[in-house]
């Protein structure tokens, strides 16, 4: 696509549900990256792909956070029994080989109950 | 002690004005040096690299000062559109480009 797609743009979901968050790439962009952004704060890192596999998935908070990437396209992004520390934007990059610069998405703002 | 600092801020300033934001950054091993701007709810967008010979994009002047560790980033004759969030990005090496955001400079630029 044009840029790069996040869905849903907002989610409420009740504490210690599962959400599932889409990130589409631009089309044939390599590298995706996944950071979220709490509120007043900045950007932190969360994971990094490089086709399908994750060489550095050093920012994951929790063993309740995982990613994959499928067919070097779409990447979700799922978030088990979420907390409410959860709450964030999260927001997809992704660029066109590991050296290159980021595009982001526009994010899917969670709120957890 | 956060790997890229900046001064949160907010900036207020007139139309017209000129500002400066600064920059600074622990990891002496960084390669690369961006600003990026963020409007209100929207995502980051790349304003512009940074070099060390220092560069220039109209109104916007970067510099990089890898002694000190430091970025700066200053917007001359400012304009209400300008009033933004300023993150400064610094990319580290590891096999890939792996970027660093500050939290963000925010700036209102007033009538």
């Known amino acids: 696509g044009a840029g790069v797609s996040q869905s849903p743009s907002n989610k409420v979901t009740e504490k210690g549900k599962d959400v599932e968050l889409r990130c589409d790439p631009i089309?044939?962009?390599?590298?995706l990256y996944w950071y979220r952004q709490s509120l007043g704060q900045g950007l932190e890192f969360l994971i990094y792909f490089q086709g399908n596999s994750a060489p550095d998935k050093s920012g994951l908070p929790s063993d309740r956070f995982s990613a994959e990437r499928t067919g070097g396209s779409v990447s979700t992004l799922t978030i088990q029994r979420t907390q409410q520390e959860d709450s964030a934007v999260y927001l997809c990059a992704s660029s066109l080989d590991s050296s290159g610069g980021y595009t982001f998405g526009s994010g899917t703002r969670l709120t957890v109950v | 002690r956060k790997e890229v600092e900046q001064d949160p801020g907010p900036f207020n300033v007139p139309e017209g004005a000129t500002v400066a934001f600064n920059c600074t950054y622990s990891n002496s091993a960084s390669q690369s040096f961006f600003w990026y701007r963020q409007d209100c709810r929207k995502e980051p967008k790349l304003l512009m690299s940074v070099y060390s010979s220092g560069n220039e994009d109209g109104r916007f002047t970067a510099q990089l000062n890898r002694a000190s560790q430091y970025i700066s980033l200053l917007i001359r004759d400012s304009k209400l559109s300008d009033s933004a969030t300023y993150l400064c990005v610094v990319g580290v090496s590891g096999g890939y480009n792996k970027l660093i955001f500050g939290a963000g400079t925010r700036l209102a630029v007033h009538p």
């Open positions: 089309s044939g962009h390599t590298a």
